[in-house]
């Protein structure tokens, strides 16, 4: 891609790279492949998450889709449950659940959710697989780039653009099917008859997809994200992060296999520069923890396989704490030191809302009742000497039956409901009924008097609700 | 480039938060256009609710990159005469 403009100083390059606040020119990475232990975590977070990504809007539950956020019915749909705008609480509660675990999990091993669960790294590793199976290893790819345009690297580059575009338009597709239903969308896909604004969002997330997992990749989430900003305050002495041991690395140099590094004078770092190919962000790990660095552990893995060739010890590059190194402590005393005050109080706080959650959710009542008095007609005088006022009761069935409700009233001497009193609400439905409540006109005061109504479910006696309100009589 | 991604994506940031916070509280059927109540269908009116706080959002983040030009740069034309 560097082929058209042109190529900056090396030091004109450094100076850009500190003013520039967002979206560097930027020199193009080409990312050596990794293999070893943190890739496969990184690979298995990989399939565990898009397999639950691309798979759940295709879960079926009690004869509709398992998961849905239906926008036009303003409904969530969460297997057994069915939230409405009124359960924004536990939208909330879930947001500081998120925003808690991100502060534990920084604090103990600090980035592994970039590292590892991020979708910008998730999909970056997807599509430089794409692109490392069709145009070759990272060597190729660079002779690729700078080769001149010809039919053969026409046929690769299609090919690969292709393969990305076809991921990203399943990738658009999957998210729209998370908010429109999957089975509407289906049948749109044969007839292409899709609605207007349902094709805009999936080009819009596909394209997304595309730019950022194709295209600008690392320049996320060094000038666009805003938890690589601010992540390192959570960051303290005992946090565990990818570092590279100075003092047992340097100085390092090239040197013969087989001899003692200490006899030539030479700590363990061969100064391969393998750490660097492998990097997603294009850093050096040697020069120290630095924000670019999102805790992805190629270059463990990278320096780990070269310490094996040499015959030396792993561990040149790992997971270790500032502390750690200084203190020459083993895995015990870090482990020791992950219980700390920060991340007792960061644990305990989750643990807290955690518990909080489930047992908002375990109690939540399926059932809700609103009240409205009817404004246009206050307490109305009307035959045999009662006194009538009418309601609007707005019944929220949130359960996934069909239900017979039984309207009852009470607070006051004789007060009746005109009617039978009953209501049928559809699953996970809402019923408004128009109810005329009347009263002897001796059984209250004149003013306001209280009231309350009593929705039963016909078929399930505890699942009741009991709504006050207020009964007007004439002064 | 930069000022680009300076201007569209922390308004687009905001007002995904914006859209959600929005749009939880208000039920779209019960929005007014020029006095008459919104026709468009539900994801519409989202999307084009989505729309619009970018756009506020993002007029916002320009008119913040304009107010920031530094004196140098303001001066300059006026040296050049």
Wanted: net charge neutral; aromatic share 14%; hydrophobic share 45%.
């Amino acid at each position: 891609m560097n082929d058209a403009s042109p190529k900056p100083s090396p030091r004109r390059d450094a100076a850009v790279d500190q003013d520039e606040v967002l979206y560097a020119p930027r020199k193009k990475l080409y990312v050596r492949a990794v293999t070893g232990l943190f890739a496969n975590w990184r690979w298995a977070l990989v399939w565990i998450t898009q397999i639950i990504f691309y798979g759940l809007p295709w879960l079926r539950w009690n004869d509709r889709q398992a998961v849905l956020f239906h926008l036009t019915e303003r409904k969530f749909y969460i297997f057994g449950w069915v939230f409405w705008p009124q359960d924004v609480f536990f939208l909330a509660i879930l947001l500081i659940i998120s925003a808690y675990a991100l502060f534990f999990f920084t604090a103990v091993a600090g980035r592994l959710w970039c590292g590892y669960a991020c979708p910008q790294t998730v999909y970056t590793e997807i599509f430089m697989w794409i692109e490392q199976k069709i145009e070759g290893d990272h060597n190729k790819r660079q002779k690729l780039d700078q080769a001149p345009m010809s039919g053969r690297k026409l046929a690769i580059r299609s090919a690969k653009y292709g393969a990305w575009a076809l991921l990203s338009l399943w990738t658009g597709f999957t998210f729209v099917a998370y908010f429109s239903p999957l089975q509407e969308l289906l049948q749109s896909v044969t007839t292409f008859g899709f609605g207007p604004w349902e094709l805009f969002w999936i080009l819009f997330y596909g394209s997304f997809t595309y730019l950022f997992a194709g295209i600008m990749r690392e320049q996320v989430c060094k000038y666009m994200c805003p938890y690589a900003r601010f992540q390192s305050v959570m960051f303290d002495p005992d946090t565990l992060v990818i570092t590279y041991d100075e003092e047992r690395g340097e100085p390092r140099g090239t040197r013969r296999k087989g001899i003692d590094p200490r006899s030539v004078g030479k700590g363990d770092c061969i100064d391969c520069g393998i750490c660097v190919q492998v990097c997603p962000t294009g850093i050096d790990i040697r020069k120290g923890l630095q924000y670019e660095c999102i805790g992805c552990a190629a270059c463990i893995d990278a320096c780990d396989q070269v310490m094996d060739k040499m015959n030396y010890p792993r561990g040149l590059i790992r997971y270790s704490t500032e502390n750690a190194l200084r203190q020459h402590w083993g895995s015990k005393e870090i482990v020791a030191h992950v219980m700390r005050p920060r991340t007792l109080l960061y644990g305990a706080v989750l643990a807290l809302v955690c518990v909080g959650f489930v047992w908002g959710l375990a109690m939540r009542e399926p059932l809700r009742v609103d009240v409205i008095r009817d404004r246009a007609s206050l307490a109305r005088e009307v035959e045999d000497g009662m006194i009538e006022n009418v309601y609007r009761l707005q019944v929220m069935n949130m359960t996934e039956a069909a239900r017979n409700f039984n309207l009852a009233v009470s607070g006051l001497e004789g007060v009746k409901i005109d009617g039978d009193g009953k209501v049928k609400v559809g699953p996970a439905a809402t019923e408004a009924v128009t109810l005329r409540v009347l009263v002897p006109y001796d059984s209250g005061k004149p003013g306001a008097n209280e009231i309350a109504f009593d929705v039963k479910a016909e078929d399930d006696p505890s699942l009741t609700v009991h709504e006050k309100t207020t009964f007007l009589f004439p002064r | 480039m930069r000022k680009w991604i300076l201007v569209l994506w922390p308004s687009f940031l905001v007002a995904a938060l914006a859209e959600g916070v929005f749009f939880t509280v208000v039920d779209p059927q019960e929005l007014y256009l020029f006095g008459k109540p919104v026709h468009y269908s539900a994801l519409a009116t989202y999307s084009i609710g989505f729309i619009g706080f970018w756009l506020v959002c993002a007029a916002s983040s320009l008119t913040t990159i304009f107010l920031q030009r530094p004196a140098t740069e303001l001066n300059q034309p006026s040296r050049h005469h």
